[in-house]
Nanobody, 115 residues
Framework: QVQLVESGGGLVQPGGSLRLSCTASGSIFSSETMGWYRQAPGKQRELVATIRGRLATYYADSVKGRFTISRDNAKKPVYLQMNSLKPEDTAVYYC?????????WGQGTQVTVSS
C-alpha cells in the first residue's frame, strides 16, 4: 500500500513562487513515474509534470520554463518548484504515482495565485 501526502500550497501573489512537496510511504521505486496534477474549479484534472528516476521529466506546455519537478531518490519527497506563478495556476494540486500494483493519489493541496 502506498500513501501520498502533499504540502506547501498556499496563497501567493502573481509572479511569486511556491514549492510543493509530496511524501510517499510504502514501496516506491525510482523507476516508477511520479507526477503532479492539478484541478481548477469547474475544470478537469490535468497533468502538470512527471518524473521517472531523477532525470526523466515531462512538463505540460503551460508550465514549461516556470515549474521544475525533482527528487533525489525513491525514498525522498518529490518536489514541484513553481516560479512566475499566474492566476491561471490556481488549482488543487495532487501528487500521483503509478506502481506495478496500483495508481495512487494524495489528498491535494490548494494553490491560489491572486493579488
Amino acid at each position: 500500500q502506498v500513501q501520498l501526502v502533499e504540502s506547501g500550497g498556499g496563497l501567493v501573489q502573481p509572479g511569486g513562487s511556491l514549492r510543493l512537496s509530496c511524501t510517499a510511504s510504502g514501496s516506491i521505486f525510482s523507476s516508477e513515474t511520479m507526477g503532479w496534477y492539478r484541478q481548477a474549479p469547474g475544470k478537469q484534472r490535468e497533468l502538470v509534470a512527471t518524473i521517472r528516476g531523477r532525470l526523466a521529466t515531462y512538463y505540460a506546455d503551460s508550465v514549461k520554463g516556470r515549474f521544475t519537478i525533482s527528487r533525489d531518490n525513491a525514498k525522498k519527497p518529490v518536489y514541484l518548484q513553481m516560479n512566475s506563478l499566474k492566476p491561471e495556476d490556481t488549482a488543487v494540486y495532487y501528487c500521483n504515482v503509478v506502481t506495478t500494483i496500483g495508481n495512487y493519489w494524495g489528498q491535494g493541496t490548494q494553490v491560489t495565485v491572486s493579488s
